[in-house]
């Protein structure tokens, strides 16, 4: 199994650009979450889904968007990219129904000029 | 929502030597409390964590305590050795989503763990 994939694993994107990040595992898992990693912040959460078909915000959603495109997978979307979304991004996935470890992914680098 | 306080934001041991990370929550519904380590350039993993109805929680040379009342929750490793060194998270769910039978993470900020040679 390789757990939880994501592409890329870098990027580098000028102000106004758009781009998705790509996430998908297979364990058949049926929550997915999206968070960013800055320095000293710790993980804040920008969206979740609980189960295939449904998302929700959660700390930090502003200027993103994202897609449960099946059970596997689940994209972020940044429409119009802006300094401050300068970040790592991780992806992870838990079993639902109880209180499961969430197993996350390597982590995009995102760099925004 | 959830808010996760977490203390000291910078450790140095000595290899042998024991640490202790603590972290406070607001939610008293909160009955879920994971940490995690992420070693430099790596995704954070689960070491170890604690339910509500425990009071402490070990796993060789790691161990987790709960105060409900207090709601606070440590981290205690102890004869440290140089590859515990890592950043290491806290985190609590603000609450259980019954109707998707899901849960949130909100994480504290992380404690960065040094252990001296």
């Known amino acids: 199994n390789a757990g939880v994939t994501q592409t890329p694993k870098f990027q580098v994107l000028k102000t106004g650009q758009s781009m998705t990040l790509q996430c998908a595992q297979d364990?058949?898992?049926?929550?997915m979450y999206w968070y960013r990693q800055d320095p000293g912040m710790g993980l804040r959460l920008i969206y979740y889904?609980?189960?295939?078909?449904?998302?929700d915000k959660g700390e930090v959603p502003n200027g993103y968007n994202v897609s449960r495109l099946n059970k596997r997978e689940f994209s972020l979307r940044l429409e119009s990219a802006a300094p401050s979304q300068t970040s790592v991004y991780f992806c992870?996935?838990?079993?639902?129904?109880?209180?499961?470890?969430?197993?996350f992914g390597p982590g995009t680098r995102l760099t925004v000029l | 929502g959830e808010n996760v306080e977490q203390h000291p934001s910078t450790l140095s041991v000595q290899e042998g030597d024991s640490a202790v990370i603590k972290c406070t929550y607001s939610?008293?519904?909160?009955?879920?409390f994971p940490w995690y380590k992420q070693e430099l350039g790596k995704r954070p993993q689960l070491i170890i964590d604690?339910?509500?109805?425990?009071g402490e929680k070990k796993d060789q040379r790691i161990a987790v305590t709960l105060n409900k009342t207090a709601k606070h929750f440590s981290l205690h490793i102890t004869e440290t050795q140089p590859e515990d060194s890592a950043v290491y998270f806290c985190?609590?769910?603000?609450?259980?989503?019954?109707?998707?039978?899901?849960?949130?993470?909100?994480f504290g900020k992380g404690t960065k763990l040094s252990v001296i040679p």
């Open positions: 939610d008293s519904a909160s009955n879920y």
């Open positions: 985190a609590a769910p603000p609450e259980w989503d019954s109707g998707a039978g899901s849960y949130q993470l909100t």
């Open positions: 889904s609980a189960s295939e078909g449904t998302t």
């Open positions: 364990m058949n898992h049926n929550s």
């Open positions: 992870a996935s838990t079993g639902s129904y109880s209180y499961n470890e969430q197993f």
């Open positions: 604690i339910r509500s109805n425990v």
